[in-house]
């Protein structure tokens, strides 16, 4: 099993930027389908963004498609998210999950996920 330990949120004003990174150990994550997941002041996590374990496709929430970007270097064994032209309703935990040879749409709550990390924007 991966562990993911997420770094890099923090407080933001409206329209400003922050970087998250995961760091992933136990296992490579090119083995991997890697996402991100928030939860706000809802009950349920909101799926980000992700990459399925093989292919070159990322796949987006729309709300955020052109905002944020996923990114992932196997050999630093890490994945980024890069948010950019944040707003308010950005205000979340996030998480970061992986699934083993995943398709980068399907996710469990048995997938291994990590802490998470708090991203707050200000208006």
């Known amino acids: 099993q991966v562990q993911l330990v997420e770094s890099g949120g923090g407080f933001v004003q409206a329209g400003g930027s922050v970087r998250l990174s995961c760091a992933a150990s136990?296992?490579?994550?090119?083995?991997?389908?890697m996402g991100w997941f928030r939860q706000g002041p809802g009950p349920e996590r909101q799926f980000v963004g992700s990459?399925?374990?093989?292919?070159?496709?990322?796949y987006y929430e729309p709300s955020v498609k052109g905002r944020f970007t996923i990114s992932r270097d196997n050999a630093k064994n890490t994945v980024t998210l890069q948010m950019n032209s944040l707003k308010p309703e950005d205000t979340a935990v996030y998480y970061c999950?992986?699934?083993?040879?995943?398709?980068?749409?399907?996710?469990?709550?048995?997938?291994?996920w990590g802490q998470g990390t708090q991203v707050t924007v200000s208006s």
């Open positions: 999950v992986a699934r083993f040879r995943g398709d980068g749409l399907n996710w469990l709550t048995n997938d291994s």
């Open positions: 136990g296992r490579s994550i090119s083995d991997y389908a």
């Open positions: 990459f399925p374990w093989s292919g070159s496709g990322t």
